[in-house]
């Protein structure tokens, strides 16, 4: 590491530092303000032609630019809040500080200033020091292009320089996060209680998904990483928790692209004496509130596209989806066998194992899901491809489901919850079937989950949405990386390869 001759040079200069007195790395440092509160706490002078302050003030920040003059400098310095000129000179902070400073801090550096606000000559508001302190030497070279990296994956690796390159990338992690409590505070307002289930778990369950696997060395035990909350969360709507919710991590062992990262956020809701149609209702006031939250419009821009959330939210039936959106014959959603001839000639792989439901999942997945832009709620699934779902009163084949799908992309799903007990041992068994048949994301058996609601649970919706999508729709990202601050990445032998 820090072989290159630029980061030795700049080792070189901090033993020198070291050498003449000056910590390159000093503690317990103190500033009075950010930049932003700096410009505005003597924005007067600009607006008063006033050529400078009289209060001497303490801030901080990285180095971004500078510019040596003789006896003076004048550099840019960038804290989380914004940027501002700074200038000193063999004047004001003495001519042995200066010449120290001028051959070994550098651009990358962060520092410590005290000085007042003034106007320079060409009217620019900046600081004129009187105090420098090199806060923390940095060793590693920033890149030449101020506006950012070009390399788009270093970008992802590499976090902690996107947003020394880029304060928008900053801007964007701090709008997720209000986002995030926004969620959290929206559910606590209507009486939810959040908690916190196992992140391992004895069986993986809770949604169709390849698990990751670790081992309890103690117990001698396989234990699988959260696929989703959903099991453990009805087990206390069981206890009588009515209305929960547990917004964490979860781990899927699967592939990486534009809206799938192995290891995602997610919040799930269980709220009982409440069904799947009030969970459409209170999504949509989620919605309006996140809206708002962030001062976005009705109508958003999402690339190329538009989402219209002025309007009601669209509701249709699954199977009416396929034929009015997928423009599939009636005929053909009913019948496996013209499905996997319709599947085939139009050039998608089909299992012939699959049953009816699967196969109706591998049309909507593939005729209609892209085509959904504005926000739709897509209702009543086959209750094949929904294991842990109610089935309808009024058609057995039909479970009382949704899922919320924005610019072609699914960010949530809900539905009235089985409390049958006997019902969900079947279905797991059903599941089991599906495994050997060569569904490798088909649930387990969970005997303890069915014992649980054999204690009886009460009529319960539940619904989970995931964070990470909605975030790239609030934020208009094309990529899940753009959203997660550490995204999952294929490892390279040597980073610097990248540079």
């Not at 200066?98 to 550098?106: A, H, P, R």
């Not at 788009?152 to 976090?159: A, C």
């Not at 593939?366 to 699934?381: G, M, R």
């Not at 050997?436 to 088909?442: I, L, Q, V």
């Amino acid at each position: 590491m820090f072989e290159n001759q630029l980061e030795i040079q700049r080792i070189q200069k901090a033993d020198e530092l070291r050498n003449l007195g000056v910590n390159p790395y000093p503690h317990f440092l103190k500033k009075d303000m950010n930049i932003k509160e700096f410009r505005e706490k003597f924005a007067y002078i600009a607006e008063n032609e006033t050529k400078k302050a009289d209060e001497e003030i303490v801030i901080s920040g990285r180095i971004k630019l500078k510019r040596v003059a003789g006896r003076s400098t004048f550099a840019n310095i960038e804290d989380e809040s914004g940027n501002v000129q700074i200038y000193y000179s063999k004047d004001s902070i003495g001519e042995e500080n200066y010449l120290k400073f001028k051959k070994n801090i550098e651009v990358g550096d962060i520092i410590l200033v005290k000085g007042y606000a003034f106007l320079t000559g060409t009217g620019e508001f900046s600081m004129h020091v009187s105090n420098l302190i090199l806060a923390s030497k940095a060793i590693s070279i920033l890149p030449e292009k101020f506006h950012g990296l070009a390399d788009k994956e270093l970008r992802y690796r590499q976090r902690y320089l996107d947003m020394i390159m880029d304060p928008s990338v900053r801007v964007d992690f701090e709008k997720r996060s209000l986002i995030v409590r926004t969620i959290r505070r929206f559910f606590e307002d209507r009486g939810f209680l959040e908690v916190e289930t196992p992140m391992m778990h004895p069986i993986a369950g809770g949604a169709n998904a390849k698990p990751f696997i670790t081992h309890h060395n103690a117990l001698d035990i396989d234990r699988y990483l959260k696929i989703a909350p959903e099991l453990y969360l009805k087990r206390l709507v069981v206890g009588g928790m009515n209305s929960v919710f547990e917004m964490n991590r979860c781990f899927r062992n699967e592939g990486m692209d534009l809206t799938h990262n192995p290891e995602f956020t997610s919040i799930e809701f269980y709220w009982a004496w409440h069904n799947y149609f009030e969970a459409m209702d209170l999504t949509e006031e989620l919605f309006n509130e996140l809206l708002k939250t962030l001062n976005l419009g009705e109508i958003l821009d999402y690339g190329d596209l538009k989402i219209d959330f002025s309007k009601k939210f669209q509701r249709i039936k699954y199977l009416d989806a396929l034929v009015q959106i997928g423009e599939i014959s009636p005929e053909i959603i009913k019948d496996k066998d013209e499905i996997l001839k319709k599947l085939k000639s139009d050039g998608f792989e089909a299992n012939e194992k699959l049953d009816l439901g699967h196969l109706q999942a591998e049309l909507f997945d593939n005729y209609v899901e892209s085509k959904l832009i504005n926000p739709t709620f897509i209702t009543d699934f086959p209750v094949s491809i929904s294991p842990l779902s109610r089935r309808s009163d009024k058609d057995p084949e039909i479970a009382e489901r949704f899922e919320l799908y924005i610019a072609g992309k699914e960010l949530a799903n809900a539905f009235n919850e089985l409390n049958d007990p006997l019902d969900q041992y079947e279905r797991f068994k059903t599941q089991i079937e599906a495994k050997k048949a060569g569904d490798d994301e088909a649930h387990e058996m969970d005997e303890d989950y069915v014992r649980a609601l054999s204690y009886a649970m009460p009529p319960t919706v539940g619904w989970g949405l995931g964070v990470d999508r909605l975030v790239m729709i609030l934020l208009n990202k094309a990529s899940i990386r753009d959203v997660i601050l550490f995204p999952a990445m294929k490892p390279i032998k040597n980073l610097d390869d990248k540079e």
